[in-house]
């Protein structure tokens, strides 16, 4: 097993993911010349010098660690030659701190590829590759390892085949929609707010909230999502995956320490949603409370997955059965496994509500989040 995990900055979480099999940490400044897959505001405040004394006591530990450099977009910035002899000045000063880079635009993996041959590069997530030949296209780039978009994670096949040439990450503990259509929005959102010139005060990445409204509408896309249990690593060490990556850069340490431990023991008893990133039930309720927004995503904050009520074996319906060519509404098997282990306090909702998107202005400067 090989665990690779989002870091929030705390020295202290370097102390108590020690003892657990974690061969990395990720993560990078909180604002970046290129922006990454975490939105500023939601990230503790990281500079250079930071960067170099936390990646020094991973390096302590032996722990390697890697820059998220996974912008889904650079705004066309790429045709300004002093635009990206800013961005390569900023690969040659971190090539002296870090072991790899995450990166999700091939521009910048040919760039770190041909300028520090030594340098692990992971393709991101965020590059959304979701079938093996977009994983082969990568692996003749050069690269060491396809982190595998979220979609594919019950589609053991894909995986298997992508595993033959190329070492393949998966993420165990996102709450991604499956099918989400929101993705490659948020992607950009999260992108554009985490440059260093962008100067817009946004405070909540508004995708989320369509997000939460699908999730609310149906409380059983919260088993369709692609998560991935601690009990569960087993399936995908069968077919050769062994590196597991632990998301929640933007988590407490407490947190954190207590997914690391529970996929490192492969076991965790009570609620899923504990060690998942599920912000549509953190999140969302709150701030429409704080903008004064629809009260109808407080279920979101009621719901529990027993993660001890579910069948030992249950993935291996997605052994046998392909999700891309099914409509969820004929095939039923998550709303079976919804009925085992999922639990609302209070009724489920009935009705189906919109996103409400007249507040989406609200979510920019403080000032506006008052009715």
């Known amino acids: 097993m090989r665990l690779v995990v989002g870091t929030n900055f705390e020295d202290s979480l370097i102390e108590n993911i020690g003892k657990f099999p974690v061969k990395y940490l990720f993560g990078s400044e909180t ?40 912008t889904a977009t650079l705004g066309g910035e790429e045709y300004s030659g002093k635009f990206m ?31 520090f041959p030594d340098k692990e590069i992971s393709v991101s997530s965020y590059s959304r590759v979701y079938n093996v030949r977009e994983a082969e296209e990568y692996y003749m780039m050069g690269v060491d390892t396809v982190i595998a978009h979220e979609d594919v994670n019950r589609n053991f096949r894909t995986l298997k085949e992508m595993r033959k040439f190329i070492d393949v990450e998966v993420i165990t503990n996102n709450s991604c929609l499956w099918g989400c259509p929101y993705r490659r929005t948020h992607d950009v959102i999260s992108s554009i707010t985490s440059r260093e010139d962008q100067d817009r005060k946004v405070w ?7 997000c939460a409204t699908d999730v609310r509408n149906d409380l059983n896309n919260l088993i369709r999502m692609r998560w991935i249990r601690p009990e569960d690593l ?8 062994d590196r597991f990556k632990i998301a929640g850069r ?22 899923l949603l504990d060690i998942v990133s599920y912000p549509q039930g953190r999140a969302v309720p709150k701030v429409m409370r704080k903008v004064g927004g629809p009260s109808y995503y407080d279920v979101l904050e009621k719901v529990k ?23 969820c ?43």
């Open 31 to 70: 604002k970046t010349v290129t922006g990454h897959g975490r939105a500023s505001f939601v990230l503790p405040n990281v500079d250079r010098e930071r960067l170099k004394v936390h990646a020094s006591i991973a390096h302590e530990k032996g722990i390697r660690f890697l820059y998220t450099m996974n």
């Open 85 to 115: 002899s800013k961005v390569m000045k900023e690969v040659d000063s971190l090539s002296e701190i870090v072991d790899g880079f995450i990166v999700a635009l091939p521009i910048l993996i040919s760039y770190i590829r041909r300028e």
């Open 204 to 210: 909540f990445e508004y995708p989320i909230l369509m």
């Open 234 to 241: 087993h399936f995908y060490e069968e077919i050769g995956i």
């Open 250 to 271: 933007n988590k407490s340490t407490e947190w954190i320490t207590r997914a690391v431990k529970a996929y490192s023991e492969r076991k965790y008893e009570g609620n």
């Open 305 to 327: 997955v027993d993660n001890s009520e579910f069948p030992e074996r249950w993935l291996n319906f997605f052994k046998y059965n392909e999700c891309e060519s099914k409509r």
């Open 329 to 371: 509404e004929d095939c039923k098997y998550c709303d079976i496994i919804a009925e085992r282990v999922l639990k609302v306090e209070g009724d489920k909702p009935k009705d189906k509500v919109k996103a409400p998107l007249e507040l989406i202005p609200r979510f920019e400067n403080e000032e506006n989040t008052s009715n």
